[in-house]
């Protein structure tokens, strides 16, 4: 079975002296840059892109976790490395970010259903409670008393954090 090292030095044969590709560990991101280093058994490689193309407003950014082990891969004939993947991601930004983050669904799951069940409490009340008498002077006094329960307990009103996820934007 041929090692890590194996393969690349045969690379390194073929395409000449230096590495095509880069196995190591996150060292540092910069995300302002786009950019983050890599230490490969103690040697260091500065300013590897995060996105193969420079100067993107839009794409995919894949921003790294420190001390992640990360592929990096030689760009053509140059000397630049860009980031090919990486075990483990602080975020992913898609097309800027400017969206916001990606819904949490199970969050959302259960505050619709919390909104259904509040009304599913109310259309109880005038299912099965509540019987309109028109001969009755009480003025809905009765359809206060059956819907009062309901009536007292609030639906807390949704706020953003509650539903997003900021590791994901769009």
């Known amino acids: ?23 190591g560990t996150i060292a ?53 490395f860009m980031l090919l993947d990486c075990a483990e991601y602080d975020k992913i930004i898609f097309n800027g970010g400017t969206n916001g983050g990606l819904i949490n669904i199970e969050s959302l799951v259960n505050k619709i259903n919390a909104i259904e069940n509040d009304l599913n409490t109310l259309k109880t009340v005038f299912k099965t409670t509540w019987t309109p008498n028109p001969t009755s002077p009480d003025s809905g006094a009765a359809l206060k008393a059956a819907a009062a329960t309901w009536a007292g307990q609030t639906i807390s009103k949704t706020q953003t954090k509650d539903l997003e996820d900021k590791t994901i934007t769009h």
């Open 28 to 80: 540092a991101v910069d995300e302002n840059s786009k950019t983050c280093n890599i230490d490969d058994d103690g040697f260091m490689m500065y300013g590897i892109r995060l996105q193969s193309v420079t100067n993107a407003a839009a794409g995919i950014l894949k921003v790294p976790k420190i001390g992640a082990q990360a592929l990096a891969v030689k760009i053509e004939d140059g000397d630049g």
């Open 1 to 23: 079975m041929t090692t890590t090292n194996e393969l690349r030095r045969a690379l390194q044969q073929k395409y000449g002296e230096k590495p095509v590709t880069i196995l």
